[in-house]
């Protein structure tokens, strides 16, 4: 690849709630906010499981033998090949996780081996708990995730009354500098797969 073709390390902020009110969205606006004012260098990208609109699982071979034969699990893992990071944005609902992540999740296999990535939960309780269980199914897949992740704890009253949050930043300050020091090391691996596929030469 030569300079010109070089383009910025592509980082997700994937959105895992697809709840019609939900706070995932506000939270995520934010966080890209701190990695522009940063001036980091990547490129952020938004991947709304909501608007992704997976089907559930409907592949009839197990995604590590590969071979995708639907049109729309052929695009989901397009979408995450042609990322150099990842940034895993989950609410905990009852102790656990949304369906919809662990149903992206399932689709593919080798497209995850290897990818740089960073979890953040929320929740009145931080999610501590989906926080456990999500980075055993990451690890499994072989997501390479900055450790310690990111439990982001939001009070009760910092909830509006249309169940919004009344203010994104003030919820994520006291994670800000942790966070922070996730994403310079997020974006450090992010680099470091940019300039692997710049050094592997095209197939022919």
């Known amino acids: 690849m030569t300079p010109e073709a070089a383009r910025a390390p592509r980082v997700a902020l994937v959105v895992s709630s697809t709840r019609p009110v939900r706070v995932g969205g506000q939270l995520g606006v934010h966080l890209t906010q701190i990695i522009e004012g940063d001036h980091l260098g990547v490129e952020v990208v938004t991947i709304d499981l909501r608007e ?3 089907p559930f699982l409907d592949e009839p071979r197990m995604a590590s033998l590969g071979g995708y034969v639907h049109e729309h699990t052929r695009r989901w893992a397009a979408t995450i090949t042609d990322l150099d990071a990842m940034i895993v ?8 996780y949304p369906a919809p992540l662990k149903n992206a999740i399932d689709y593919l296999f080798a497209e995850w081996r290897g990818l740089p990535g960073l979890l953040v939960t929320y929740g009145t309780h931080g999610g501590t708990k989906c ?3 999500i980075t055993q199914v990451l690890d499994r897949v072989g997501v ?6 990111i439990c982001v ?7 509006g009354p249309d169940d919004h ?4 930043a003030a919820v994520l300050a006291p994670d800000e500098a942790d966070l922070r020091d996730r994403l310079a090391a997020l974006v450090t691996k992010a680099r470091g797969r940019a300039a ?9």
């Open 165 to 168: 949050l009344l203010s994104p």
């Open 89 to 96: 944005l989950t609410p905990q609902y009852n102790w656990g």
């Open 131 to 133: 926080y456990d269980q």
């Open 144 to 149: 390479d995730l900055v450790k310690p992740g």
């Open 153 to 159: 704890y939001i009070p009760k009253d910092a909830y």
């Open 52 to 54: 992704l609109a997976l």
């Open 196 to 204: 692997g596929r710049e050094t592997t030469p095209a197939q022919v």
